[in-house]
């Protein structure tokens, strides 16, 4: 029988836009991702993450089969890797995964999780998923610096969305995977003066087409990921990166998620 569940079984996995090597990286599965598996292509498994509902292709190496009934018992996961350095999942031979935040511990309870029939100990102090606002800025604090990554949503590089979604994801808070798509979610902040630090910010190209997003800190500065995450000031015409000494993003429309 074809396996139709998986869960991401690497500390990450590139989610590819089809089934090659070399085919262009949209996303990325973090450890203890479940999905759906939609489509096959050899070596190949076309995924729909359930989290997001994003979609890829995904060597079948970087996946672990479950069964349906495996599969629903994950969804239940409300345990996640802190905004922290030492995560350190150690598997019963002794191999060490580092993990990145956001990541899931799938059947998370009493110092242990589960892929399958594989046991994990779970070296860290866990973070249960509840909608909590508090600290969220301090969260996306953390990741300050970490590289521009195209597709990417780990501390070795990530993209814009991928930033905002795992800050938010940390938080209890689910957002899409893409800015456009975030962009449709949360509430409208109508002013600048009324925001509040952890609104969301989108930004549209000449073709008003949202393509950036950020968390704001204030009503004047912004964190995103753009060559890097970084904080640069913000005024009602948009991002003004000082270093180049211009606006690098027009602003569109800002939302709240809390």
């Not at 239940?76 to 995560?87: D, G, I």
Request: glycine letters at 8%; one cysteine or more; charged letters at 25%.
């Amino acid at each position: 029988m074809e396996d139709n569940y998986a869960i991401c079984r690497l500390a990450v996995a590139p989610l590819r836009v089809s089934a090659s090597d070399r085919a262009e990286i949209v996303s990325q599965l973090l450890f203890g991702e479940h999905v759906m598996v939609i489509g096959r292509d050899a070596q190949w498994r076309q995924v729909r993450n359930v989290y997001d509902g994003y979609e890829g292709w995904v060597d079948f190496k970087q996946l672990a089969p479950l069964s349906q009934a495996q599969f629903e018992e994950i969804a239940e996961t409300s345990y996640l890797v802190p905004a922290e350095l030492a995560n350190i999942l150690m598997d019963d031979a002794g191999s060490k995964y580092f993990l990145s935040p956001g990541s899931s511990l799938p059947l998370y309870k009493d110092g242990v999780c589960y892929l399958g029939d594989t046991k994990y100990r779970v070296m860290f102090h866990p973070k249960e998923m509840l909608t909590s606002p508090d600290k969220l800025v301090d969260t996306a604090l953390f990741f300050q610096n970490v590289p521009y990554l195209w597709g990417g949503k780990t501390l070795f590089g990530i993209d814009c969305s991928g930033f905002t979604q795992v800050v938010f994801r940390l938080h209890g808070i689910a957002l899409l995977r893409d800015a456009w798509q975030q962009s449709e979610q949360g509430t409208a902040v109508d002013f600048l003066p009324e925001v509040k630090a952890g609104d969301v910010a989108f930004f549209d190209n000449a073709e008003g087409r949202i393509i950036h997003v950020g968390i704001m800190l204030s009503d004047s500065e912004i964190i995103h990921a753009s060559g890097k995450v970084r904080i640069d000031r913000m005024d009602q015409e948009g991002i003004y990166n000082d270093e180049l000494g211009r606006y690098t993003h027009k602003l569109r429309i800002i939302k709240r998620f809390f």
